[in-house]
């Protein structure tokens, strides 16, 4: 083939041939993303584990207030974000094996630190059908908008190509978060109907942001993680 003669290129037919350039037929949208993320693939397993534990605890945790609220509409809404958090731990589970954390890690979830654990386990403490308030307010006042802020940072910093995976996780998790903090806000803002209700929220409210903020929230580095808490 002479250098001025055009590169033929397969056509519709098996006897056709056309000049257009390799792919130009195609409206391929270039691929913005970028490799290499703030995370390597150590720091994300541990991160993917501390989400697991969280979402493990929240699924245990609602489930057992299942048992103890009182108010029947608060009671059926729970038991559907019990099994969205289930979801969400299998989801993160299914995370570890791709990340090459090893089967200990696979098999177990990790919190960051102690005063982690401590944390999930004041947000579980209230029994008594008569805390409603405090049970709501911990989970979806306080701790589900701190996943929520940790996971669209590690959507947004990790790497966009190799952690592809992770990011697709927590998006669809993050979908889920945004509507069970909505209904924890409206269910609240209905049991809350007197000034002494609103205090009792309060007042939770900003103990468990103080111990949360002192344990370092769910990766045990909240002040890297999200905006301090006030």
């Known amino acids: 083939m002479s250098g001025d003669s055009p590169r033929m290129y397969p056509g519709a037919g098996p006897d056709e041939r056309t000049t257009f350039d390799a792919y130009s037929a195609f409206d391929v949208p270039a691929d913005l993303r970028e490799l290499h993320g703030r995370y390597d693939v150590e720091s994300t397993a541990r991160r993917v584990r501390n989400f697991r534990y969280a979402e493990e605890w929240m699924m245990m945790i609602g489930g057992g207030w299942v048992a103890t609220i009182p108010e029947l509409p608060v009671k059926t809404g729970l038991g559907k974000i019990v099994w969205d958090d289930a979801q969400s731990a299998d989801q993160l589970g299914h995370r570890l094996p791709e990340l090459r954390c090893g089967k200990r890690s696979v098999s177990t979830s990790e919190a960051a630190n102690e005063g982690l654990s401590a944390f999930i386990q004041e947000v579980a403490a209230p029994e008594s059908p008569d805390l409603t308030i405090e049970k709501i307010t911990g989970m979806f006042d306080v701790l589900k908008p701190h996943l929520l802020a940790v996971y669209d940072r590690m959507q947004r910093e990790t790497d966009q190509i190799s952690d ?61 993680e999200s905006p301090r808490l006030n």
């Open 164 to 224: 592809a995976p992770t990011i697709e996780i927590l998006d669809d998790i993050m979908r889920r978060t945004r509507k069970h903090i909505a209904w924890g806000d409206e269910v609240l803002d209905r049991l809350c109907d007197t000034d002494g209700k609103r205090e009792r929220r309060r007042r939770r409210s900003v103990e468990l942001r103080e111990a949360l903020e002192k344990c370092g929230g769910v990766t045990g580095e909240i002040a890297d």
